[in-house]
T-cell receptor, first 117, second 113 residues
Framework: AQTVTQSQPEMSVQEAETVTLSCTYD???????LFWYKQPPSRQMILVIR??????QNATENRFSVNFQKAAKSFSLKISDSQLGDTAMYFC??????????????FGQGTILTVHP | AAGVIQSPRHLIKEKRETATLKCYPI?????VYWYQQGPGQDPQFLIS???????DKGSIPDRFSAQQFSDYHSELNMSSLELGDSALYFC????????????FGSGTRLTVV
């Protein structure tokens, strides 16, 4: 079974600064997908960024980028130019690339990010 | 663009009662997932359906059942409710062959009193 670990329960950053959220995972699979989801106080789950394990290039989406280290099974999220609206719970998630568990997301424990003005 | 619709948004039930949660996926999405998120917890996978058949099952109690109908909407039925069932229940849908992460509904907040 896959496990996802987020070791930072809470993080804080000043507006316009950069912050990095950590995530590690454990799997014996070679084909899988990794995601970061944002859950603001509204509790809506919003996809922030995704990474296919077979791609070596790190994914980027505007101010959001990842550092994907497949050998180390690490998948950190970097938020640049932090904005007040980035304040939320952030979940790292793993999805198997095949088999009966294909499509099922396994989430980490979450990191609460607070952006201060 | 159409999103995943969940109803009701909020539900209050007493212990031992029954609750039914509904999920309407994005049009042409054929796979539906249900997750349970307890207070301060990460979402936990309950069950999924593909083309109206159960495709995977997680930590779903025997008191819960679910199905996907011919129009692809899904219902999660919860019986003999317990206080510990109080949680946010998410539904998500995914189109065939889509691996970029699926779309979540806004969730149903169930409170058992």
């Amino acid at each position: 079974a896959q496990t996802v670990t987020q070791s930072q329960p809470e993080m804080s950053v000043q507006e316009a600064e950069t912050v990095t959220l950590s995530c590690t995972y454990d799997t014996s699979e070679n084909n899988y997908y990794l995601f970061w989801y944002k859950q603001p106080p509204s509790r809506q789950m919003i996809l922030v960024i995704r990474q296919e394990a077979y791609k070596q290039q790190n994914a980027t989406e505007n101010r959001f980028s990842v550092n994907f280290q497949k050998a180390a099974k690490s998948f950190s999220l970097k938020i640049s130019d932090s904005q007040l609206g980035d304040t939320a719970m952030y979940f790292c998630a793993f999805m198997s690339g095949g088999g009966t568990s294909y499509g099922k997301l396994t989430f980490g424990q979450g990191t609460i990010l607070t952006v201060h003005p | 663009a159409a999103g995943v619709i969940q109803s009701p948004r909020h539900l209050i039930k007493e212990k031992r009662e029954t609750a039914t949660l509904k999920c309407y996926p994005i049009p042409r999405h054929d796979t539906v997932y249900w997750y349970q998120q307890g207070p301060g917890q990460d979402p936990q996978f309950l069950i999924s359906f593909y083309e109206k058949m159960q495709s995977d099952k997680g930590s779903i109690p025997d008191r819960f059942s679910a199905q996907q109908f011919s129009d692809y909407h899904s219902e999660l039925n919860m019986s003999s409710l317990e206080l510990g069932d109080s949680a946010l229940y998410f539904c998500a849908s995914r189109g065939q062959g889509v691996n970029y992460g699926y779309t979540f509904g806004s969730g149903t907040r169930l409170t058992v009193v």
